[in-house]
């Protein structure tokens, strides 16, 4: 099955500079890869995702690549601000075209962003 | 106010004591999702349910039941818990069609603790 490895576990960066959280995933089925963003005390919200037909994807400071042939994806945030800080989870699902079907997360990165 | 709704919030049991917990969405999603998160091991799914009468296991289903009766509700059943059923459960809901509806919308949680 599925499985799907996160690195780090741990990060701190200096606010102002960029973090970067990286996924590798073991099934070539996989079209789907989703982030969630938790912070302390509260539920996962999705804060960026992207298919396998695309190669990059970006929101204002977050952006997400993809790498097919390497089975790898990460997760790029830039100008670090005080509200990052958070665990960060990336994901892996056979089925872009719904979600109604089996996800594989990351076991995680906790982000801390420095004053 | 568009949400998934989870009940209880917290819960301290005894090993073997049969319970349920409720998972409610008013979002009319098709798909909805039950995970544990575990410190180290992030989310991992243990149902997930397409529609109605329509349920599939997830990564850990061992220990669970799960039944989908209604679109709005999927509720999340221990037969028999155990102490390695301690965990923050998660409930979530989405959309399951093409385009950009696969944004699953997570619950607050349910704290477990299995005495």
């Known amino acids: 099955g599925e499985n799907v490895e996160q690195h780090p576990s741990t990060l701190s960066v200096q606010e102002g500079d960029s973090a970067v959280i990286k996924c590798t995933y073991s099934?070539?089925?996989?079209?789907?890869f989703p982030w969630y963003k938790q912070e302390l005390g509260k539920r996962p919200q999705l804060i960026i995702d992207i298919r396998s037909n695309v190669g990059e994807k970006k929101d204002q400071r977050i952006a997400v690549t993809l790498n097919k042939t390497a089975k790898h994806f990460s997760l790029h945030i830039t100008e670090t601000q005080p509200e990052d800080s958070a665990v960060y989870f990336c994901?892996?699902?056979?089925?872009?075209?719904?979600?109604?079907?089996?996800?594989?997360f990351g076991s995680g990165t906790r982000l801390s962003i420095r004053p | 106010e568009a949400q998934v709704t989870q009940n209880p919030r917290y819960l301290i049991t005894v090993t073997g004591k049969k319970l349920t917990v409720t998972c409610s969405q008013n979002m009319n999603h098709e798909y909805m999702s039950w995970y544990r998160q575990d410190p180290g091991l992030g989310l991992r799914q243990i149902y997930y349910?397409?529609?109605?009468?329509?349920?599939d296991k997830g990564d850990v289903p061992e220990g669970y039941k799960v039944s989908r009766k209604e679109k709005r509700n999927f509720p999340l059943i221990l037969e028999s818990p155990s102490p390695n059923q301690t965990s923050l459960y998660f409930c979530a809901s989405s959309f399951a069609r093409v385009g950009n509806y696969n944004e699953q919308f997570f619950g607050p949680g349910t704290r477990l603790t299995v005495l």
């Open positions: 349910s397409m529609n109605v009468e329509v349920t």
């Open positions: 099934d070539s089925a996989s079209n789907y």
């Open positions: 994901a892996a699902s056979m089925n872009a075209e719904s979600s109604a079907s089996k996800i594989i």
